[in-house]
Antibody, heavy 118, light 108 residues
Framework: QVQLQESGPGLVKPSETLSLTCTVSGGSISSYYWSWIRQTPGKGLEWIGYVYYSGTTNYNPSLKSRVSISIDTSKNQFSLRLSSVTAADTAVYFC????????????WGQGTLVTVSS | EIVLTQSPGTLSLSPGERATLSCRASQSVSNRYLAWYQQKPGQAPRLLIYDASSRATGIADRFSGSGSGTDFTLTISRLEPEDFAVYYCQQYGSSPLTFGGGTKVEIK
């Protein structure tokens, strides 16, 4: 059974960079698309972007200027960096898997709350 | 960007009743690339339906999806106590991937 687990700081200061890692277990990270999604009470679920196992990325235009997603296949991990954060970036961040291009999200991490505050 | 509008915002029903949830897209969703998820408090969304009408592995057959183009429906034929939750639709036919705002199914 594939499992995803997010990890990273739960508190980030305004203007700094949010960094999270998702560790994939129970299956290979290869041949799939790996996404970050966040959820806030105000904006609901928002797709941030994905990385393919080859390293190809695709980002939501609303966040593109501040987002970077990378993958480390040797560690079965992929990571999110979101720069210049503000209080509006406070959210529960999920990592999730797509079985392929134009696929639904079939596996999700449990989510991690990141609060942006000084 | 495809905007997904879910209605109603809240559905108040009793166990055993039928639930009909709507998801309307601002433009056609290609190839019926639309999924439905169930989310309970403190949990991640769980995949119920993909490609508009295919049930995910392990999902009870009381859940069914239908629709194409811009109009999609999730139906729960007879509500069980564990079905009271928030339901989201999501399209994956064009980038950026987008989600609807959710429908909360609550106990009447």
């Amino acid at each position: 059974q594939v499992q995803l687990q997010e990890s990273g700081p739960g508190l980030v200061k305004p203007s700094e960079t949010l960094s999270l890692t998702c560790t994939v277990s129970g299956g290979s990270i290869s041949s799939y698309y790996w996404s970050w999604i966040r959820q806030t009470p105000g904006k609901g679920l928002e797709w941030i972007g994905y990385v393919y196992y080859s390293g190809t990325t695709n980002y939501n235009p609303s966040l593109k200027s501040r987002v970077s997603i990378s993958i480390d296949t040797s560690k079965n991990q992929f990571s999110l960096r979101l720069s210049s954060v503000t209080a509006a970036d406070t959210a529960v961040y999920f990592c999730a898997r797509q079985g392929g291009y134009n696929y639904h999200f079939d596996y999700w991490g449990q989510g991690t709350l990141v609060t942006v505050s000084s | 960007e495809i905007v997904l509008t879910q209605s109603p915002g809240t559905l108040s029903l009793s166990p055993g009743e039928r639930a009909t949830l709507s998801c309307r897209a601002s433009q056609s969703v290609s190839n019926r690339y639309l999924a439905w998820y169930q989310q309970k408090p403190g949990q991640a969304p769980r995949l119920l339906i993909y490609d508009a009408s295919s049930r995910a592995t392990g999902i009870a057959d009381r859940f069914s999806g239908s629709g194409s183009g811009t109009d999609f429906t999730l139906t729960i034929s007879r509500l069980e106590p564990e079905d009271f939750a928030v339901y989201y639709c999501q399209q994956y036919g064009s980038s950026p991937l987008t989600f609807g705002g959710g429908t909360k199914v609550e106990i009447k």
